[in-house]
C-alpha cells in the first residue's frame, strides 16, 4: 500500500516506511518528529522544474509530464525499485512538503509506483 502525507502533518501508526520525496527539508520540521526512514532527494524535482511548476496548479499537467521525464534518469530508477521493495513488504507513506495535497510531486510518485506494482502482480 502506497500512502502520501504532508510533512507537517503528525505521523500515524498506520504510516509504515515514511519517505521523504522533497529535494528540500521541510522548514522547522525535525526528522524525529517526522520519523522519516529515508530522505530520497534525489527523487524530487530538479530546481529547474521546482521553479518552474512555484505550485501553480495551471502549470500541474506539464509539471507532471516533464517530473516523470526525470524519473527515468538512471539515479531515480534505482530510487524508485527501493520505493517499490518498501510498499511490497508494507505500508509506504511518500512525504512532502508543499501545501497543495493534489499538486505535488508525491502524487505523480504515487501514480507511478502503483502502475509499476499493478505491472509486477500482472507480468511475474
Do not use: C
Not at 76 to 98: H, I, M, N, P, S
Not at 106 to 123: F, P, T, W
Amino acid at each position: 500500500m502506497i500512502e502520501i502525507a504532508r510533512a507537517y502533518d503528525p505521523p500515524r501508526r498506520t504510516d509504515g516506511t515514511r519517505v521523504l520525496v522533497d529535494r528540500l527539508w521541510p522548514r522547522g520540521v525535525s526528522r524525529r518528529d517526522a520519523r522519516i526512514a529515508a530522505w530520497m532527494r534525489e527523487l524530487g524535482p530538479s530546481d529547474e522544474l521546482r521553479r518552474f511548476f512555484g505550485h501553480d496548479p495551471a502549470r500541474w499537467r506539464e509539471f507532471r509530464r516533464r517530473y516523470l521525464l526525470e524519473l527515468k534518469r538512471p539515479q531515480a530508477q534505482t530510487l524508485l525499485a527501493d520505493l517499490l521493495k518498501f510498499a511490497e513488504t508494507g505500508t509506504l507513506t511518500l512525504v512532502y512538503g508543499a501545501k497543495d495535497r493534489e499538486h505535488n510531486q508525491a502524487v505523480v510518485l504515487k501514480e507511478l509506483l502503483e502502475r509499476k506494482l499493478r505491472s509486477r502482480r500482472s507480468n511475474p
